[in-house]
């Protein structure tokens, strides 16, 4: 008669054991590699609902911030970091809000969008802003919200929360991805998978 310790060191146990595990890493790569071919077309899912995994896996891709849309998102930060010293009605504002206006028509006419193809959101960025300053241009829109007029009038607080719960998320989406000597975009993901 077989005892249990017999049979769990026969071959035929520890081979069933070892396939699992077979099945189990290949399962994990399938997940992995499904992943990877569907990364960029739900980066927006990811980067809103769990923004740590963009974190670690936009340089697997090469994806970094857009250069134009990150200097604009760090001059509305530098405008409400002066806002809270000088007010809103300094000159030291007024200079920022000067160079926003400026930016915002530069990236309504250069459209930094358009090499992520997410030109979307920047039609998304216009019309919300349009309808937020009841302006039928966007140039006219962004001029409007970016003055102390505006920001006075409709409140300081409550304008540059829409600001960063409306418009932010969808200008943070924006990203420039590195393209490698051949002309194709980066993608590390052989580093990852290789192990698998």
């Known amino acids: ?49 769990l923004p740590n995994v963009t974190q ?27 806002v809270l010293q000088t007010g809103l009605r300094s000159p030291q ?9 400026l930016l915002s028509h530069r990236m309504i006419g250069d459209n930094p969008f358009d090499v992520a193809n997410k030109s979307s959101a920047l039609a998304k960025i216009k019309n919300e802003i349009r309808l937020r300053t009841n302006e039928q241009s966007a140039r ?3 001029t409007s919200f970016w ?9 300081w607080q409550s304008e540059i929360n829409f600001f960063n719960f409306q418009i932010q998320p969808l200008i943070n989406s924006n990203y420039y991805r590195d393209i490698a000597k051949f002309g194709n975009f980066i993608n590390r993901f052989w580093l990852i998978d290789l192990p698998l």
């Open 1 to 49: 008669m077989t005892s249990k310790t017999d049979i769990r060191k026969s071959p035929v146990h520890r081979n069933r054991w070892f396939e699992r595990l077979i099945a189990i890493l290949a399962l994990l790569n399938l997940c992995l590699v499904f992943f990877d071919l569907t990364y960029i077309s739900w980066r927006d899912f990811y980067l809103q609902v």
């Open 147 to 155: 003055s102390q007029a505006y920001l006075s009038q409709m409140g």
């Open 93 to 101: 504002a007024e200079s920022l809000l000067g160079e926003l206006r």
């Open 140 to 142: 006219d829109a962004f």
């Open 56 to 82: 670690l896996y936009d340089p697997i891709k090469g994806i970094q911030p857009h250069p134009e849309t990150q200097n604009y998102l760090n001059k509305v930060t530098e405008l409400e970091e002066q």
